[in-house]
């Protein structure tokens, strides 16, 4: 059995640029330094967008309900390969048909002292397998169309969705790139 690798996070400049890395487990605090991330809205074969609840460990937004996937990528690790590496890990699932939604984006938020401060593109693309979640990372998931997803998003206000789930969601409609079943 070989060690475990320290997962190191990518710190970038304001134009995107890597310029270091630092082990995750110092990067999400009050004063947190500008970093690679992505996240995926990923759809199964009916056309309904797997979300997922945060699970009540998690270090950064806790217990919110979110897109399918999101994380960061590894140095040297395009975000595709970031995106199917995640997806396996977190939900066991295959991810296919990825494409750039919204290729620059990025965003802070704050939640009960923890900072996200991020360069993070946002995909969509499908799945395939049975979600299968790992208990350290998804609380709970559920299947919906987008109508729906954005419903119970305006209905549930406060804490319920992640901010940036949220505001992707509604860049992704502006871009007229939110499917419409």
């Known amino acids: 059995m070989g060690a475990v690798t320290e997962e190191l996070i990518v710190l970038v400049d304001v134009d995107g640029t890597a310029i270091g890395t630092m082990p995750k487990p110092l990067v999400h605090h009050g004063e947190t330094p500008l970093h690679r991330a992505f996240s995926a809205y990923l759809f199964d074969d009916a056309g309904r967008l797997l979300v997922t609840r945060r699970a009540d460990g998690k270090q950064t937004f806790p217990g919110m309900w979110t897109n399918t996937v999101c994380g960061h990528p590894g140095p040297g690790e395009d975000d595709e390969a970031a995106i199917a590496r995640r997806a396996a890990d977190e939900l066991g699932l295959r991810v296919r048909e990825l494409r ?6 990025r965003y802070r938020a704050e939640f009960r002292g923890v ?4 360069v993070c593109p946002v995909y969509l693309g499908r799945f395939s397998g049975e979600p299968a979640p790992h208990p350290a ?3 709970a998931w559920e299947l919906l169309d987008w109508p729906a997803f954005r419903r119970r998003q305006e209905a549930e206000d406060g804490d319920a969705w992640s901010p940036w789930c949220r505001e992707q969601a509604r860049l992704i409609e502006a871009a007229g790139l939110a499917p419409t079943g």
């Open 137 to 139: 990372e998804v609380g």
């Open 100 to 105: 750039p939604a919204l290729p620059s984006y």
């Open 115 to 118: 900072v996200e401060n991020e």
